[in-house]
């Protein structure tokens, strides 16, 4: 066990020890931590330098400054492999993803007793982000109903967007769909 909080994060390997520190109260483990890839013995290491650096710098600036302001939580999901991503989206050889967790951009979070509403509009109000997407809230489930994905794209990269968004259910069609906003579902 290392502690890497001082190595900058574009200097960051694509290889660490699995409980090397990269921030006061996170471990490489838990960037590329999956249920899913475990159950299905997937391959979830980092594609390289690239995607492991943008998930370093993720971890400083948006999983440790929600630990910072919350207290104690473990990611949902951070770095998603086009493996793992296959698998959790029921796709095939050569479909390929382009979700942000597959560039080690973005995360899926929530805090312990706290309404993941709050949590998403606390991050927009304080954090650098790309993309706030309040997914599969519903009041009447729950202030735990759902989960917060975060997004950031490092620096040198294009600009982070600041858009919000919330994925909700549409009482016409019966599907998710995404919606301006920091909206429950219906
Ligand atoms: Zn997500």
Known sequence: MTNLTNVKWDEFPARADPRDQVSKNFVFFELTKSETAERHAIDNAFS??????????????????????F???SPNSVYRSQALERTLKKKRKPWVSKSQHA?????????????NIELAQWV?????????????FNAAKGPNSGWVHVSLKPPGKSTNRRQIL????????????????LQESP
């Open 71 to 73: 207290g104690s939580y």
């Open 166 to 181: 919330s994925y909700v259910m549409s009482p016409t069609s019966g599907k998710y769909v995404y919606v301006d906003g």
């Open 48 to 69: 390289g330098a690239t995607t492991a650096q943008a998930a370093v710098y993720l971890c400083r600036n948006v999983l440790q400054a929600v630990r910072d302001a």
């Open 124 to 136: 927009t109000e304080n954090l650098e982000f790309d993309q706030v997407i309040l997914e599969c």
């Open 103 to 115: 560039k080690g951009q973005a995360c899926d979070i929530e805090i312990p007793g706290m309404s």
